[in-house]
């Protein structure tokens, strides 16, 4: 069985608090009153999870950036981090990566703190797993951090992008600086499944030409 949640973390932005709540409320929800579904508990809302700020993009649809700024938009494909918004004072990418490092940081140490807490109290209960409600950008930027994979390959590939609800599935070992393995979390069918399956972190960082970095 899937270990219990024992954490929860959630974006400020309406629209991420929104589906915590849904999910929540599934999880509390009497029709799942049995051994395989618990009550989330309440969520820190951390700042540093909200999505990717896109300053004079924001709000905008894509064709009208591409037709209006058609030279950032180029660089945005071509090299996302050495994207400029804000006339040129603001690198939305970078920014976005330097919050997913400080999330890491702030989630894992918690993480820590905790489980010397629960071992003061002779809690010997299994150590649980940690929900992480996020976006799409920001969420790439954690996964391909928890990997140990370079910035270089943000936006680079679908295989670290992250559709509308989607859930990735992370296993850490305890201080590592990279995770073990990871997975999409969700098979809607038996043909996908087989994208569902356990990753290893060390296989994964290879096939993206063995860029790494450091947390």
Same mark, same amino acid.
């Given at each position: 069985a899937a270990p219990?949640?024992?954490?929860?973390?959630?974006?400020? *932005?309406?629209r991420c608090r929104q589906t915590y709540a849904a999910i929540s409320g599934c999880c509390s929800s009497?029709?799942? %009153?049995?051994?395989?579904?618990h009550p989330l508990p309440n969520p820190t809302i951390h700042t540093d999870l909200r999505e990717i700020e896109l300053?004079?993009?924001?709000?905008? #649809?894509?064709?009208?950036?591409? %037709?209006?700024? &058609?030279?950032?938009?180029?660089?945005?494909?071509?090299?996302?981090?050495? *994207?400029?918004?804000n006339n040129?004072?603001?690198?939305?990418? #970078? %920014?976005?990566?330097?919050? =997913?490092?400080?999330?890491?940081?702030?989630?894992?140490?918690?993480?820590?703190? &905790? #489980?010397?807490?629960?071992?003061?109290?002779?809690?010997?209960?299994?150590?649980g797993a940690i929900f992480i409600m996020c976006h799409g950008a920001i969420g790439q930027c954690m996964? *391909?951090?928890?990997? =140990?994979?370079?910035? %270089?390959?943000? =936006?680079?590939s679908r295989r670290y992008a992250f559709d509308n609800c989607e859930c990735i599935e992370i296993e850490w070992a305890d201080e590592d600086e990279c995770s073990v393995r990871w997975r999409r979390a969700h098979a809607p069918d038996m043909e996908s499944s087989k994208k569902f399956k356990w990753q290893s972190t060390s296989a994964s960082r290879?096939?993206?030409?063995?860029l790494s970095c450091s947390r």
């Amino acid at each position: 069985a899937a270990p219990a949640i024992i954490q929860t973390w959630c974006s400020p *932005l309406t629209r991420c608090r929104q589906t915590y709540a849904a999910i929540s409320g599934c999880c509390s929800s009497k029709q799942n %009153d049995n051994d395989n579904h618990h009550p989330l508990p309440n969520p820190t809302i951390h700042t540093d999870l909200r999505e990717i700020e896109l300053c004079e993009w924001q709000n905008r #649809l894509r064709q009208e950036i591409i %037709d209006e700024d &058609s030279y950032n938009w180029n660089v945005f494909k071509r090299d996302p981090k050495m *994207l400029r918004l804000n006339n040129g004072k603001f690198a939305p990418v #970078l %920014d976005c990566w330097d919050r =997913g490092l400080k999330n890491w940081n702030a989630i894992r140490s918690n993480n820590a703190a &905790s #489980l010397v807490e629960r071992k003061k109290s002779n809690n010997n209960e299994e150590v649980g797993a940690i929900f992480i409600m996020c976006h799409g950008a920001i969420g790439q930027c954690m996964l *391909l951090q928890a990997l =140990g994979i370079d910035i %270089d390959m943000y =936006g680079k590939s679908r295989r670290y992008a992250f559709d509308n609800c989607e859930c990735i599935e992370i296993e850490w070992a305890d201080e590592d600086e990279c995770s073990v393995r990871w997975r999409r979390a969700h098979a809607p069918d038996m043909e996908s499944s087989k994208k569902f399956k356990w990753q290893s972190t060390s296989a994964s960082r290879m096939a993206s030409g063995g860029l790494s970095c450091s947390r």
